[in-house]
């Protein structure tokens, strides 16, 4: 039989990637999703242990209504379908740190159906990733395996903690989509309050499906990377993996199904186990719960309890405050900085322009707090500078009493002395020269200690005339009004 060849070097077309994501996002809850045991992160081992998660035989599980309320919340966040009715079913392996001998999952009839979630990719266009579901299950115990010699040890804290496992259709495309689509799940679930998204501490673990295929013939098979524990780490995993396979195809080899780990070390992928169908772990509704069933009242009793979502936030800074969208998606993409503007924003009045005080606001967030907040590695809540010294600062520059050259000074000194904008620019002087004799003389200066670029610049070369503004603003230590500055110096050169 031959073969078509998309494997064949040089054959036309290239390499289609297809992603697909399921994450395992930790609940935010006192207590697990079976039993009253605590969740606290860090805990001595097996401290938050019941019965029920150390397995013990005839220990009954119970629901935890909370959980289930988190779950329907996520769900709505995602525009997905609540089911009425869920199964729970068991998850049968064996494992050292899973005392029950099965995980209880949800497998025909997961607690939440379809839905989608759009991204906002780096060139400002959006793209919608479908949501296949969305169920409650139980997370694990931890074996440790680096304590003893020749010991492992098993901390069973983790052991029956309340998981919602998301799945999304293979929609994405490349390294940077599914990295967006973290970046926003992840801030709409803390948007929620549902999961701290947390990756560090493992409350938000992504399993990247990948594979490889020509645009338009069947799909690749695809390697599962499991439990990658950062965006960036995502972004590694899926380069390093299109690399591996297509080199693998491209030589007219098959890629195995199997499942990989990612190694951040070495920055590659390496073979963990060949995948077991879902067959294999002979799920069947677990007897010891009855099915889920949801009064529509309920969900439409959370779904009123909603709050404002990053995407309708995002569509109101635009409406409200004449905002571009990126500007928009970045103040949006957590709740704590989209909040500082909205501080910011409060303390708009009558006397500027509301877009033009919006813009200039948004713009200083993202360009000199953003970049101060990052040279120190502190979140926007750690920030030195409250909204209120900020827009104090926005307010001399739309006043015109600094330049924006000089606001950049003000801002550092703010930033390491906690002085107020106006004390700064009162004590060192700063404020705008706006008098024209005082912008003339300078202008006289400069244009007489260079006659010969005056003369080339009478000549044709109009471009000098930005060189000569320099040098006066430089003359002025920059307080000059750049727009007086301006018109002087045509002036002077076109008498
Ligand atoms: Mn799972």
């Known amino acids: 039989m031959t073969s078509p060849s998309p494997h064949m070097q040089g054959s036309a077309k290239p390499w289609e990637v297809i992603i697909g994501l399921e994450v395992h996002a930790q609940i935010n809850s006192q207590a697990k999703l079976f039993s009253g045991a605590a969740t606290a992160f860090g805990a001595t081992p097996n401290s938050q242990v019941s019965f029920v998660d150390a397995g013990f035989p005839g220990m009954l599980p119970v629901i935890n209504q909370f959980c289930v309320e988190?779950?329907?919340?996520?769900?709505?966040?995602?525009?997905?379908?609540?089911?009425?009715?869920?199964?729970?079913?068991?998850?049968?392996?064996?494992?050292?740190?899973?005392?029950?001998?099965?995980?209880?999952?949800?497998?025909?009839?997961?607690?939440?159906?379809?839905?989608?979630?759009?991204?906002?990719?780096?060139?400002?266009?959006?793209?919608?990733?479908?949501?296949?579901?969305l169920h409650l299950e139980q997370d694990a115990g931890k074996s440790i395996h680096d304590q003893h010699p020749h010991k492992s040890y098993i901390d069973l804290n983790r052991s029956g903690v309340a998981l919602m496992e998301i799945v999304t259709d293979p929609d994405m495309r490349s390294a940077e989509e599914a990295q967006a689509f973290v970046k926003k799940l992840r801030a709409l679930l803390r948007c929620l309050g549902t999961c701290d998204g947390n990756m560090e501490q493992?409350?938000?673990?992504?399993?990247?499906?990948?594979?490889?295929?020509?645009?338009?013939e069947p799909l690749g098979t695809r390697a599962e990377i499991k439990n990658v524990n950062s965006i960036r780490f995502i972004g590694q995993a899926i380069q390093f993996e299109i690399g591996r396979q297509m080199q693998i195809l491209e030589k007219g080899e098959t890629v195995d199904q199997e499942t990989r780990l990612f190694d951040p070390g070495k920055n590659h992928t390496r073979s963990m186990r060949n995948k077991e169908d879902a067959h294999d772990y002979r799920y069947f509704p677990d007897p010891d719960l009855p099915p889920l069933i949801l009064d529509?009242?309920?969900?439409?009793?959370?779904?009123?309890?909603?709050?404002?979502?990053?995407?309708?936030?995002?569509?109101?800074?635009?409406?409200?405050?004449?905002?571009?969208?990126?500007?928009?998606?970045?103040?949006?993409?957590?709740t704590e900085t989209a909040d500082f503007y909205e501080n910011c924003l409060a303390l708009h009045s009558d006397r500027y322009d509301l877009q033009k005080f919006a813009k200039t606001c948004a713009n200083w967030i993202i360009g000199e707090l953003f970049a101060s907040l990052n040279r120190e590695t502190l979140s926007i809540e750690q920030s030195h500078i409250a909204p209120a010294a900020l827009v104090e600062l926005v307010k001399l520059l739309l006043d015109e009493v600094i330049s924006g050259r000089i606001a950049k000074e003000v801002f550092a000194e703010?930033?390491?002395?906690?002085?107020?904008?106006?004390?700064?620019?009162?004590?060192?002087?700063?404020?705008?020269?706006?008098?024209?004799?005082?912008?003339?003389?300078?202008?006289?200066?400069?244009?007489?200690?260079?006659?010969?670029?005056?003369?080339e610049y009478h000549t044709g070369k109009d471009k000098l005339f930005g060189f000569f503004v320099g040098l006066v603003m430089k003359e002025m230590d920059g307080k000059a009004n750049p727009q007086q500055v301006n018109e002087l110096l045509k002036k002077k050169l076109h008498p």
């Open 70 to 133: 988190q779950a329907i919340k996520t769900g709505l966040g995602l525009h997905a379908e609540i089911n009425e009715v869920s199964i729970f079913d068991r998850k049968n392996y064996f494992y050292p740190d899973l005392p029950q001998g099965y995980q209880i999952s949800q497998f025909k009839h997961p607690l939440v159906g379809r839905g989608y979630l759009d991204i906002e990719l780096e060139d400002g266009t959006v793209k919608r990733i479908g949501i296949t579901r």
């Open 202 to 216: 493992g409350s938000l673990r992504v399993d990247v499906n990948i594979s490889l295929h020509k645009p338009g």
């Open 296 to 334: 529509p009242a309920e969900i439409e009793r959370v779904r009123a309890s909603l709050p404002e979502l990053p995407d309708a936030k995002k569509s109101r800074f635009m409406e409200d405050f004449g905002l571009p969208s990126y500007e928009a998606s970045v103040l949006t993409a957590e």
């Open 414 to 455: 703010m930033w390491t002395t906690g002085a107020s904008p106006k004390t700064i620019v009162k004590n060192k002087g700063l404020e705008q020269v706006r008098d024209d004799h005082a912008i003339a003389a300078a202008i006289d200066r400069i244009l007489a200690e260079n006659t010969d670029k005056v003369e």
